[in-house]
């Protein structure tokens, strides 16, 4: 009897040290527009923290600021979600890996999404699950206020349990959704002058221009205040690394750097969408550019 205690023991030992826990952020902000309509446009990340497993089914909650948003986003149309590359992919041609089975509100300022791997029975089939932060979902929101700010923010609670490996029955664990981001939801900036020197009142990129672009194009952001890391960093559409054109410290101001259309290494990048990721502090957006050769 003893030893057969000690055997579930070890079991459940070796599970909780053999767990592997998944952390969910928000990430690539952007404010875009379409027929006199404002849209905020983010993405959801995910990442495990160990290497090894696949992703299965899972659910994210995510809690909104009605008074920017509207309330009930889902039930009035307000609302689009779209797979990340992290759900991309077939089983074979015309069968795809992962659906979104519903988009819902859960709570007049909470919606959820849910997400199906719908071949449990084939877990080496499904995507794996990185180290690093990889695109979950792409969501993208119309905006009611642009006075206000977004408030977006996990409802981690709901969302522990929810999360499968891709056999669809070994849970991540443990699950961290605590990011929240509360940009504004007004793009246009403004800034004072202040002995000669134009200074900021808010963190802000620009869009870049001209776009389309051929050969290359401006890109501008806005630091209120001195920053000790800044980023300026182009993507492809597959979300490699192109180019770092800023990486490191920088006096409060306004800035201006020039893509010329090349990767790293000087060769010319060929025609297509590509991405511009600007981040300073707490404060991270991302637009997007068209070269067009």
Request: proline share 6%; aromatic share 12%.
């Given at each position: 009897m003893f030893r057969g205690k000690l055997i579930?023991?070890?079991?459940?030992?070796?599970?909780?040290?053999?767990?592997?826990?998944?952390?969910?952020?928000?990430?690539?902000?952007?404010?875009?527009?379409?027929?006199?309509?404002?849209?905020?446009?983010f993405d959801v990340m995910a990442q495990a923290d160990q290497a090894g497993t696949r992703i299965g089914d899972n659910q994210v909650y995510i809690n909104y600021n009605t008074l920017g948003f509207g309330t009930n986003v889902a039930a009035n149309g307000k609302i689009t979600v779209e797979k990340g590359t992290l759900l991309s992919g077939e089983l074979v041609a015309g069968l795809p890996l992962y659906g979104i089975v519903q988009v819902v509100d859960n709570a007049d300022s909470r919606f959820a999404v849910t997400v199906e791997y719908k071949y449990p029975d084939s877990p080496g089939s499904a995507n794996e699950l990185l180290t690093t932060p990889e695109q979950l979902l792409h969501i993208k929101i119309e905006i009611a206020d642009s006075n206000q700010t977004a408030g977006l923010s996990f409802e981690e609670a709901l969302m522990?349990?929810?999360?499968?490996?891709?056999?669809?029955?070994?849970?991540?664990?443990?699950?961290?959704?605590?990011?929240?981001?509360?940009?504004?939801?007004?793009?246009?900036?403004?800034?004072?002058?202040?002995?000669?020197?134009?200074?900021?009142?808010?963190?802000?990129?620009?869009?870049?221009?001209?776009?389309?672009?051929?050969?290359?194009?401006?890109?501008?952001?806005?630091?209120?205040?001195?920053?000790?890391?800044?980023?300026?960093?182009?993507?492809?559409?597959?979300?490699?690394?192109?180019?770092?054109?800023?990486?490191?410290?920088?006096?409060?101001?306004?800035?201006?750097y020039i893509w010329n259309g090349q990767n790293q290494f000087g060769a010319p990048m060929p025609t297509g969408v590509y991405f511009a990721s600007f981040k300073a502090d707490n404060y991270s957006k991302t637009i997007k550019m068209m070269l067009v050769k």
């Open positions: 579930i023991l070890i079991a459940f030992m070796a599970n909780v040290l053999w767990a592997t826990g998944i952390t969910f952020t928000f990430e690539n902000i952007m404010i875009t527009r379409a027929s006199g309509l404002m849209y905020y446009e522990v349990g929810q999360q499968y490996q891709s056999d669809n029955s070994t849970k991540y664990s443990p699950v961290v959704a605590t990011d929240t981001d509360d940009s504004p939801l007004d793009d246009t900036p403004s800034a004072v002058e202040q002995n000669g020197q134009v200074v900021p009142d808010r963190f802000y990129l620009y869009s870049n221009y001209p776009n389309p672009f051929n050969p290359s194009t401006t890109l501008k952001f806005d630091l209120p205040q001195n920053v000790q890391n800044v980023r300026l960093v182009i993507y492809d559409i597959l979300g490699r690394q192109v180019a770092v054109l800023y990486s490191g410290s920088l006096m409060a101001g306004r800035y201006t």
